[in-house]
């Protein structure tokens, strides 16, 4: 028998429930060895944590086969989500329900005064939010004196997320002799040093092998256009057609815009954020849960928690702020040993960025170009083929349907007539702007020659960019800057047609352009307005005025990229002055007027004093 060395009701709990065997952090938390210790875990997200400090804790609690009549609380889990609460609390009640046990969840946004009734009627086993439980504590309605085993769950991600003063005072208010069980997916310094103080002794498991990443997800990173982002979604998701997929984006307003997007174009989705209710949380969860949606678009803090077994597809819309974050966004699929498909959209000034966060996670990505419409429906094509030639028993009265649609129309009408019913049950895949370089060298670099040609020394002799004015971008070369995406990107941020930019000049860590002088006020105002704080957009790209023009060729810098080229005061975009040089301030006589760029929020390097 598999679960010999678990109590009876446990392991008729798990047989019921269709467990062939434990999985490795299950086995590991119930061994001789954990017995009775304290316990910092550290698993992959999806593995059977929920079940194990489950398992873990039955020694506590469990004695002659039922859990005994308790005026306060025995064990106490606590989870950083509302959904991560609510789903432990329905895996411990099938694991407990034959040893007796009542359970009580205490989460934000429910009803406190139900909470509380339960909470007086006596529990055995609480489960709660941070904040939640605190609030319960400090109104007298949780008692914890009598408390046997304390798990914090996701550890981690409840200290990201600022409940580390939640989190210690509710641990305080714990008898010494507890058992305290922490679980996460990593174990970064802050839980090492949560676990030495609330901690004796603590035996330290691992599941997560040396390679990070799980084994059952297969990780793809898609370089794009910063203007091709939403585009290469559209895209992705009609290449996969994933039973469920689940979108992450790093704000709540980046996922209202997605998924207003995404219902527009005709997909079943829902969204998940701290703007919705509990109420509107459910009912999402529930319509994919049900097939009734199928794309779920989602914040980091929103997903915690969440289950879904259909889940074969997470795509990371914007970039995790690091290694774990990836992981645990990507660990919502993969689970219980079926396969997933992790994709990270990198804009072309992120792909460095992205590369080191996969080395420090040693995630073995795939590189690859967004998927064309044309790979769409080559796709859909191979799908709709295997779909028909499938075998399969007709009931007579399509078959007879079949025989009159015969009788009238040729086989090859009825054929495209099929085709199109079935291509207009779904969204059309999207025309990208670029799709990345057409070449790569032998270390997979883009080839140079791609990205850049040279001008003729006279620059840009189109008409009316004789009299122009110069703007820099913090991208050159070494983040794969090419005209093919630049010039959508200017035209999207300075709110100016292509004919409107004049030459686009590359360098190796920054990139040059102009502008006609007579739109170039209207075009700064306008990069303002779509720049953040921090003068970037949403890709790290961030254009500043560059009154002294480029140097040519462009000069290797030693320091940043940033910094601006020889000055060519007074000179042509070709080189040649644009007249003769005045007095220090605007150009004399026959000259023309210096361009004097508004700022950026950089104030300007104080001159020393004399």
Known sequence: MPFEHLSPVLADALAARGYEALTPVQLQVTEAEAKGRDLLVSAQTGSGKTVAFGLAMADELIEDGRLPFATSPLALIVAPTR???????????????????????????????????????????????????????????????????????EADEMLDMGFRDDLEEILDATPETRRTLLFSATIPKPIVQLAKRYQRDALRISTVGEDRGHGDIAYQAVTVAPADIEGAVVNLLRLHDAETAMLFCATRDNVRRLHASLVERGFAAVALSGEHSQNERNQALQALRDRRAKVCVATDVAARGIDLPTLSLVIHVEIPRDAEALQHRSGRTGRAGKKGTAVIIVPYPRRRRVDGMLRGARINAEWMDAPTAADVRQKDQERLIEKLLAPVEHEPEDLALAQRLMAERTPEDIAA??????????????????????????????????????????????????????????????????????????????????????????????????????????????????????????????????????????????????????????????????????????????????????????????????
Not at 121 to 142: K, N
Not at 481 to 501: F, M, Q, T, Y
Not at 544 to 567: F, H, L, N, Q, V
């Open 83 to 153: 959904e991560l609460a609510l789903q432990v609390s329905r895996e411990l009640g099938w694991l407990y329900a034959r040893a007796g046990a009542r359970i009580a969840t205490c989460v934000g946004g429910m009803d406190a005064s139900k909470e509380r009734r339960a909470l007086n009627q006596g529990v055995q086993i609480v489960v709660g939010t941070p904040g939640r439980l605190r609030d319960h504590l400090e109104r007298g309605a949780l008692d914890l004196a009598a408390l046997r085993v304390a798990v914090l769950d």
């Open 417 to 610: 007539s099929l085709v199109r019913a079935h291509r207009a049950l779904m969204p059309p895949p999207e025309d990208l702007l670029d799709n990345g370089p057409r070449g790569r060298d032998a270390t997979g670099r883009p080839e140079r020659g791609e990205r850049f040609e040279r001008p003729e020394r006279g620059g840009d002799r189109r008409e009316g960019f004789e009299d122009a004015v110069w703007f820099r971008l913090n991208i050159g070369r070494h983040q794969n800057a090419d005209p093919r995406w630049i010039l959508p990107l200017l035209c999207r941020r300075g709110h100016v047609s292509k004919n409107e930019i004049g030459a686009i000049r590359i360098g190796p860590k920054e990139t040059m352009f102009n502008i006609p002088r007579a739109i170039a006020d209207r075009f700064a105002e306008a990069v303002v307005r779509t720049a953040n704080q921090d003068g970037e957009d949403d890709s790290g790209v961030a254009i500043t005025p560059a009154p002294d023009g480029p140097t040519w060729p462009p000069r290797r810098d030693k320091g940043s990229g940033d910094r601006a080229p020889r000055s060519t005061l007074g000179r042509a975009p070709g080189g040649e002055r644009s007249g003769p040089r005045g007095p220090r301030g605007p150009a004399g006589p026959g000259g023309n007027e210096r361009y004097k760029p508004k700022p950026y929020g950089q104030r300007s390097p104080r001159r020393p004093a004399k």
